[in-house]
C-alpha cells in the first residue's frame, strides 16, 4: 500500500471544499451574548474575590483600598456587560 499523497494534485482538484461561515445578525449578535455574559461572569468573581481580600486584610489601610477599589471598578465593569448585553438583546428583536 502507498500512502504517499500529492498534495498538491489534492489542492488542485474541486473535490476539496472548505467549511464557509455565514455570519448573519443572528449569529453575530449569539456571540456578542455569549462575550457580554462571560465577562459578566468574570466580573462578578472578581467581586468575590475582592470581597474575601477585604475580610482578609484585617483593617490593613492598604488592603482595604485595594480591596475597596477592586470592587468599584468590577461593579462598573458588571454595569457595562449588563447594559452591552441589554442593547444588543434589544437591538437584535428590533431587526
Known sequence: MN????FSQI?????????RAVLDSNS????LQIVFS???????????IAGLRFV???????????????IIYATLGLIVCISGFSIVTFLLRRI
Not at 453575530?28 to 456571540?31: E, F, M, R
Open 28 to 31: 453575530v449578535g449569539n456571540i
Open 38 to 48: 462571560l465577562a459578566g461572569g468574570i466580573a462578578l468573581l472578581i467581586i468575590t
Open 3 to 6: 500512502f504517499a499523497y500529492n
Open 56 to 70: 482578609v486584610s484585617n483593617g490593613d489601610p492598604n488592603g482595604v483600598a485595594k480591596a475597596k477599589n477592586t
Open 11 to 19: 489542492l488542485q482538484e474541486d473535490q476539496v471544499t472548505l467549511p
